[in-house]
């Protein structure tokens, strides 16, 4: 038969995998399979040939299936290409392949050398005997090649399928009678007594069933396993307890003290433990041996000590003051020596007889004379708004509180009120400020308010043309200021300059100031001081804007 016609069967006998048979090639059931994740890869490992006339995927596994050397194959269907591989394929990352659509990989049928089988059973005649494990007999046994059997022209198995040799009878042991051991040494003497001199007791000895030992269902020793013989315990003489004798006289008597005529002291008298006396170590007498007795000792009485008694009364509360809310004055107690009073040439008492204690004396409070205070502010306001000249009469007190006069005491003496006539320091009434027009109360316009008659910005604007602004910008400021009565801007002073008569001359202070521009100027004028600042009512914090009847606030206006 020629290659192409073994082809030809195997294409057809093994078409899808399925099972045939020849006299010289087995597909049996043929586990031949595609596998998942070598789809669309080649593999380039243990290429052993490549064919490229393989119709179909069942030609190309029947001619892998010929050599025991292909483990695995590949086939493209578009170009007929069979690849057989003579390693098994495992996981494409153990492996080397390429990416290659329609290109496949499986798995295919190796020739299946055959395998011994487990030994059977041995197989032979009996045991003649019916004991001892030591016996054996000649027996046999088989094997077969079944594990697994030769398939796809794999080789037969080369080893030997029966063997035969001795195989123990598996017999049980044969039974082993006891026998007795030597007899072992006498053991301790045992005695039922603790004394006497013809006390006796017992010794045993014993033996075992070991020489051998029953074993296999051998028979026990019949013989007996213990002896016992009697023996003198050696003991002395039994103990004798001792027993007390008669008391003997009383003795002499002792006193512990050496006064009082209730002084008692002790006499004493004995017996011993002689009736009998303890022997063979007996037990001592367990009663007393000594008995004692209390007896006056008939001295006379003892000097006595003095004790102090408890305290007296307080005594009367004697004051050195007579008024005062704190005053305090003192009260005393007694005690004396009675308690008991000293006798029989006793000592008198150490103690301190005598206690005084201090007690405000509850007056009422001593008289406080009056004392004047400070002076206070000045009070009074100018009635006009202009004017350098003008003056007010202004008003100034204080009080007879320091202290208040009280609990009687006198009233002050000093003069309590002040008069004096002060400049207004208001400016000249021929200069009126930057304003858009005169008012009685009101005015319309943002940010406007009626001050001394004239609509003006408000204290926290500046005029600039026809607008009230919080800053002049490009125009910079002029020589126009809006006066505030009762108005300071409190923590900014730039610059400060005394005796200033008029706010007319604060004001030109301010215009003429070099060494910073000057917008805002408080004018003091009690105490004739002109404070200048280069900080606006708007760019200050609302705390540092606060009144005051004694200054007036200058506002400088834009260019």
Not at 158 to 176: F, R, Y
Not at 257 to 262: E, F
Not at 288 to 298: A, F, H, I, K
Request: charged residues 15%.
């Amino acid at each position: 038969m020629t290659i192409s016609e073994m082809l030809l069967i195997l294409m057809i006998t093994c078409s899808d995998f399925g099972p045939v048979k020849s006299s010289a090639i087995f597909c049996s059931v043929c586990e031949v399979k595609p596998l998942p994740d070598f789809q669309n890869k080649r593999v380039s490992e243990g290429v052993l040939w490549t064919k490229t006339d393989m119709t179909s995927r069942a030609e190309c596994a029947a001619r892998c299936s010929l050599f025991r050397v292909i483990k695995s194959f590949g086939y493209k269907e578009a170009s007929e290409e069979c690849v057989a591989h003579t390693v098994p394929l495992t996981t494409p990352a153990a492996m080397t392949y390429a990416s290659e659509s329609g290109f496949n990989m499986y798995s295919t049928c190796a020739p299946v050398d055959g395998g011994v089988s487990a030994w059977a059973q041995w197989t032979g005649p009996a045991c003649p005997q019916t004991c001892g494990p030591s016996h054996t007999i000649m027996k046999t046994r088989i094997r077969t090649c079944t594990n697994p059997v030769p398939d796809k022209g794999g080789a037969n198995c080369t080893e030997s399928l029966s063997e035969t040799g001795d195989v123990s009878c598996g017999l049980p042991e044969c039974p082993i009678d006891g026998g007795v051991s030597a007899w072992g040494a006498w053991g301790t003497l045992v005695c039922s007594q603790t004394c006497g001199t013809t006390a006796t007791g017992t010794r045993t000895r014993t033996r075992t069933c070991t020489n051998p030992a029953p074993a296999y269902g051998g028979a026990d020793c019949s013989e007996t396993l213990s002896s016992t013989t009697s023996e003198n315990c050696g003991f002395s003489s039994c103990q004798v307890d001792g027993g007390v004798s008669a008391w003997g006289a009383w003795g002499t008597l002792l006193c512990s003290q050496t006064c009082g005529t209730t002084a008692t002291g002790t006499r004493t008298r004995t017996r011993t433990c002689t009736n009998p006396a303890p022997a063979y170590g007996g037990a001592d007498c367990s009663e007393t041996l000594s008995s004692t007795t209390s007896e006056n000792c008939g001295f006379s009485s003892c000097p006595v000590d003095g004790g102090v008694s408890a305290w007296g009364a307080w005594g009367t509360l004697v004051c050195s003051l007579t008024c005062g809310t704190t005053a305090t004055g003192t009260r005393t107690r007694t005690r004396t020596c009675n308690n008991p009073a000293p006798a029989y040439g006793g000592a008198d008492c150490s103690e301190t007889l005598s206690s005084t204690t201090s007690e405000n004396c509850g007056f009422s409070s001593c008289p406080v004379n009056g004392g004047i205070s400070s002076w206070g502010s000045w009070s009074g306001s100018c009635s006009q708004t202009c004017g350098p000249t003008l003056t007010v009469t202004k008003t100034r007190t204080r009080t007879c509180t320091n202290p208040t006069p009280s609990n009687g005491g006198s009233d002050c003496t000093e003069s309590r009120t002040q008069t004096s006539n002060v400049n207004c320091g208001l400016p000249s009434c021929t200069s009126p400020p930057p304003h858009f027009g005169t008012c009685s109360s009101t005015c319309s316009g943002t940010n406007v308010v009626c001050n001394n008659g004239y609509c003006v910005c408000s204290i926290m604007y500046v005029k600039l043309g026809s607008s009230c602004v919080q800053d002049c910008g490009g125009s910079g400021y002029g020589s126009g200021f809006t006066i505030f009565h009762d108005k300071v801007l409190n923590g900014y002073n730039d610059r400060t300059v005394d005796s200033i008569q008029t706010i007319d001359a604060c004001i030109s202070l301010c215009q003429a100031e070099s060494g910073f521009t000057c917008i805002t100027a408080d004018y003091q004028h009690q105490s004739k001081t002109c404070y200048l600042s280069k900080t606006a009512w708007y760019d200050a914090s609302a705390s540092s804007a606060v009144s005051s009847t004694t200054y007036h606030q200058v506002i400088r206006n834009c260019a």
